[in-house]
């Protein structure tokens, strides 16, 4: 399975990117999926996940009312609509699927830099 992110770029605090996250090789309609994210010098954190039918969403305090999942099964895809961004949102965002506690390998990801 490759997971491909795009969508990612320098933009200025206040502003908006959508990522979106293109998997081939494996249908992915049956698994939770998610973005993360990791700083320099940080660890990679969940920022968050919608279940297989989209139905549940969870985020990350630090993005909650201002970034937004979907998923579209037909398009084997999954997006994060991020607006009001901050300079700490800066990192590189990474997609992934979980089967169980299963997650897949890890794509490129794509840079999110947000200036003051």
């Known amino acids: 399975v490759q997971l491909v992110e795009s969508g990612g770029g320098l933009v200025q605090a206040g502003d908006s990117l959508r990522l979106s996250c293109a998997a081939s090789?494996?249908?992915?309609?049956?698994?939770?999926m998610a973005w993360f994210r990791q700083a320099p010098g940080k660890e990679r954190e969940l920022v968050s996940a919608i279940s297989w039918n989209g139905a549940n969403t969870r985020y990350a305090e630090s993005v909650k009312g201002r970034f937004t999942i979907s998923r579209d099964n037909a398009e084997n895809s999954v997006y994060l609509q991020m607006n009001s961004l901050k300079p700490e949102d800066t990192a590189v965002y990474y997609c992934?699927?979980?089967?169980?506690?299963?997650?897949?390998?890890w794509g490129q990801g794509t840079q999110v830099t947000v200036s003051s």
């Open positions: 992934n699927a979980q089967w169980g506690s299963t997650w897949l390998d």
């Open positions: 090789g494996r249908i992915l309609s049956s698994y939770t």
